[in-house]
Nanobody
Framework: QVQLVETGGGLVQAGGSLRLSCTAS?????MGWFRQAPGKEREWVAA????????WYADSVKGRFAISRDNVKNTGYLQMNSLKPEDTAVYYC??????????????????WGQGTQVTVSS
């Protein structure tokens, strides 16, 4: 089983930036970021193909967030800019060992991080 450790959450004012990191115990086929706000379902945010570097984004974050990875460090990143109060949630990284379906489905991922809180104040 792959261990995922997330860091980088915190409190930021609207319009600010944060960078989340997710370090994996080994590489993956794909890494995704999801978020879950209180009382809401887990929502897909972004994903990256680990070797090719192809990226995908939810419409709600396109143009504001950027996903990337460092293959040597087995670490994925989510750079979040122009943050809005509605971005407030617990953010989770997830990894898939192989292709298992659409990158925006939680069922496509094998392993999950512990989550990190992101709070955006207005």
């Amino acid at each position: 089983q792959v261990q995922l450790v997330e860091t980088g959450g915190g409190l930021v004012q609207a319009g600010g930036s944060l960078r989340l990191s997710c370090t994996a115990s080994r590489g993956a086929y794909c890494m995704g970021w999801f978020r879950q706000a209180p009382g809401k379902e887990r929502e897909w945010v972004a994903a990256i193909h680990w070797s090719a570097g192809n990226t995908w984004y939810a419409d709600s974050v396109k143009g504001r967030f950027a996903i990337s990875r460092d293959n040597v460090k087995n670490t994925g990143y989510l750079q979040m800019n122009s943050l809005k109060p509605e971005d407030t949630a617990v953010y989770y990284c997830a990894s898939a060992a192989a292709y298992r379906g659409r990158v925006d489905y939680t069922s496509s991922y094998d392993n999950w991080g512990q989550g990190t809180q992101v709070t955006v104040s207005s």
